[in-house]
């Protein structure tokens, strides 16, 4: 039997199914929702041109950047199984598509996704 806290009741204590469940959402809640709420909240009051709210956006930005990147050089599950050239190809292909469309985000990755593809399709 796990230890009891000072309230005789501990994270094991409760045997129901759906606690884990509602342990992790509210775990979950607590470390990011409140963040999200407190940003929203506080960027209302910023100028959209103002320093600090330029800074947010690169680092923003660059942590998206830095997990595209990451997916692309060490994908997991299928896309582990596709040779790194044709990933790095397709990404840069459908960036060139992006942007030769006016920068329609949809463009460019419907590109990327279709190389990516035709070149598995075709055994590249």
Known sequence: MAAQGAHGVSYFSNGAWWWPYLFILLAGF???????????????KLSEN??????????????VAAVIGNLIV????????TPLAL?????ALGFVAYLA????????????EFLLLAGLYLNF
Do not use: C, E, N, Q
């Open 30 to 44: 607590a470390a990011t929702d409140i963040w999200r709420f407190l940003g929203v909240y506080l960027g209302g």
């Open 50 to 63: 103002s320093d600090l709210l330029v800074l947010v956006r690169t680092m923003a930005t660059a942590l």
């Open 74 to 81: 060490f994908p997991g599950g299928a896309l582990a199984h």
């Open 87 to 91: 990933r790095i190809v397709a990404v």
């Open 101 to 112: 469309s006016g920068k329609r985000m949809v463009v460019g990755i419907a590109t990327a």
